[in-house]
C-alpha cells in the first residue's frame, strides 16, 4: 500500500482495498490492517488501536487537543442473496464500485482518511484531528466507539454514515425490550386449571399497539413494534406453556431512556395482570477480534445538535462552498452518535458518500464522484474546525 499513495490519497484504490477484505462484526482484523497501512502511508503521525481493535490515526501537531473525529465502521452485514457479481471484488464499472460494503460503509471511511490525510498534506492544520475505523458497528452500534472517544476525547465528532451527501443532524434512538409473560402449566385437557401465558401475551400485544406514542419535534413520532414471539417449552405438547416472551423495537425521541420506556409498558400491561409480566432491556453477548467479550444491552439513545451550533454552521458553510446543500435532516437508523452525541453530549453531526437506501442490499454499490466530493468536504471541514469555538454554544 505504501507506494500507491505518494501522490496523495486515492479513494477508489482504498476503498477497493477495504471492500475485499470483506468483514462481518467480530472478524475486522483484516480490514484494520489495510486501514493501518494505508494510515502510514498517507503521513498519519500516530496510529492507535484499542483493546476492542478500533483504529484511530491522528494528524496535526502532536501536542495539541483532538478537534474533531471521523468515524467509520470496518464491519459490514453478510453478503446474502444472489449477487450479479463477487460481492467483495471492488470492481469498477459505470462510474460505481461495487460490492459489500462500498456504501455502509467502506468508501465513506476511506473518503474520511483520504479527507483528513489531504488535510494534513496539503492545509496548515493548527489542531489535531482523528479518523477512527471502528468495530463492530452493525451489532453494538455506539458501543465500540467508547474506547476511542475515552483515549482521544475529541471535542467534536462526524458520523460517516452514508447520507447522500446531505447534512445529518439528529437520529432517533431505539430500546430494544423483552417482556416476558408467566403462566401457570396445566394440561390443555383443563385449561381453567392454569394461566395460559399465550392468551396473556395476546392481551398484551393488544395493549402495547394501542398505547400512545410520543412525538419528538425533530424526530417525529415515536415506534413500538413487537419482533419475537417464542413460547417455553417450545414445542408444548398437551400442555399450557409456562412462559410467553415477547421482543419489542422502540424508537425514541431525545429526552427518552430506557427506563421511560419500560415505565411506560409497565403501566400498560399492570391492568392485564399484576404479577404476570415482567420487562428488561435485551442483551447479547459479542467477541471482538481481538478477543475481548463483552454484554451489550441494547440501549441507544437519540440525539440532536441544535441547527446553530458552531459545529453545524461550520460544515454548512464547506457544504455550501462545494456547491452541495446545507439543509440539515436526520438519519432514520441508528450510528454511532448514539454514544458521541445521545450518551455523552458531544457536539456531533453526520455526513457520508453513498445513499443510505443502498446499504445492506443485494448489489450495493458507490458512486466514485461522490466519494471524491466527500473527500473534499471531510478536508475543508478538517481545515476549518480550527477557526471554530466548539464549546460556544450557538
Ligand atoms: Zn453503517
Known sequence: MANRFEQGCDVVTLTRALVQQGAMAGQEAPVADVVRAAMQALGFDKIVTDDLGNVTGLVGPRDAP???????????????GLWSRDPFSGDVQGGQIHGRGTTDMKGPLAAA????????????????????????????????????????????????EPSDLELKIAQRGCVEVLVHVAGIPAHAAFPERGVNAIELA?????????????????????????????SAPYPSISALPSKVSLRYDRRTGVGETAETVMQQIRAALAPIDPVAFTVEVSASDYQSYTGISFRFPRDLPAWHTPETHPLVRAVQSCLTDLGLSPQPGRYEF??????????????????????????????????????????AVYRALALRIGAVDIARVG
Open 334 to 375: 441508528c450510528t454511532n452518535g448514539s454514544e458521541a452525541a445521545g450518551r455523552r453530549g458531544l457536539p456531533t453531526i453526520g455526513f457520508g458518500p453513498g445513499r443510505p437506501s443502498d446499504a445492506h442490499i443485494i448489489d450495493e454499490s458507490i458512486s466514485v464522484a461522490a466519494l471524491e466530493q466527500a473527500v
Open 113 to 160: 482518511i483520504c479527507g483528513v490525510a489531504e488535510a494534513a498534506r496539503t492545509g496548515d492544520l493548527s489542531h489535531r484531528v482523528a479518523v477512527s475505523a471502528s468495530v463492530m458497528e452493525e451489532v453494538i452500534e455506539g458501543a465500540a466507539l467508547s474506547p476511542v472517544l475515552d483515549t482521544h476525547a475529541p471535542e467534536a465528532v462526524v458520523i460517516c
Open 66 to 80: 483532538v478537534k474533531l473525529l471521523f468515524d467509520g465502521h470496518m464491519d459490514v452485514v453478510p453478503a446474502s
Open 202 to 230: 395476546a392481551r398484551a400485544t393488544l395493549a402495547l399497539a394501542a398505547l400512545e406514542m410520543p412525538t419528538d419535534p425533530v424526530l417525529g413520532k415515536m415506534v413500538l413494534v413487537p419482533t419475537d414471539i417464542i
